[in-house]
């Protein structure tokens, strides 16, 4: 086992939780190299999530693993699957999708509170998320996380800039708790990181981060288990799988080339 029963305990608990030196640093490099490569040349998906006037800047990237064989390698070799397997309590593992997240030093651009999941094209709820920094993450610049609102409803999934309810109908789904008007009155966890830590998180779980005042290099895995299943969107899931409804129905396992299975 590549963690322990508390940990497992705990993710199932508060939806998050964090592995100190899951990776060696020869993972971490082959996962910096392919960052490097990824920011070289940006995949069709890119997006700039700061405003023109950041001091900093803020750049995501999605679906980059079949082109960058740094990731695949990470992907199909490192103890990432196994560690997500244990939390998920599942039999199969797949890839959804890998996703760069980069702040340069300066940027002062949140990411707002908000859960993933709506935001996915996948129901069930055996998942877990990696979010593994390559560079030392300090508190205040880490990812935070509201603790057991996995266990919760979904919340209305809005527009990172301006937010928008794009997805479901306005008023169809509760709103997000103000969470940073009084954080006393909840439990968030958090946790500064060092190269080779990550955190694992469900895709239900409600979490943010502040700017970051040095460079914070993240590569982030969506793995799915043995209950998820293809859910049809009326909107542009984020990120977008076109074409993906001809190819897999409503309600079908994600059995698709695009999916990778890790464990089986």
Known sequence: ???????????A??????????????????????????????????????????PGYFVEDFCNWSRISQYESFIRNSPA??????????????????????????????????????????SGSQNVSMWMPVDPVPKESTLEFLAGSHLGPWLMPRTFQGGQA?????GSLGDLP?????RDLFRILGWDLEPGDAVFFHMLTLH??????????????????D????????WRTSPEFTGLAEQLPDGAPFDNPLFPLLIS
């Open 166 to 170: 794009k997805w479901f109908p306005e």
């Open 13 to 54: 608990t508060d939806g998050a939780v964090v592995v100190r030196q899951a990776f060696t640093g020869e993972e971490v490099a082959e996962v910096a190299a392919g960052i490097d490569a990824n920011l070289a040349a940006p995949g069709h998906l890119v997006i700039v999530a700061s405003e023109a006037d950041d």
């Open 227 to 234: 209950d998820a299943r293809h859910a049809v969107r009326n």
């Open 178 to 182: 103000d969470i940073d008007s009084d």
């Open 81 to 122: 699957a196994t560690i997500a397997k244990q939390l998920m309590q599942s039999e199969q593992v797949r890839l959804h999708h890998d996703h760069l997240l980069v702040k340069e030093a300066g940027t002062r651009q949140r990411t707002p509170w908000h859960q993933d999941q709506p935001y996915y094209n996948i």
């Open 208 to 225: 943010g981060a502040p700017g970051s005042q040095s460079r914070r290099r993240v590569f982030s895995l969506r793995f799915i288990g």
């Open 1 to 11: 086992m590549f963690i322990s029963q508390e940990q497992i305990n705990s993710y």
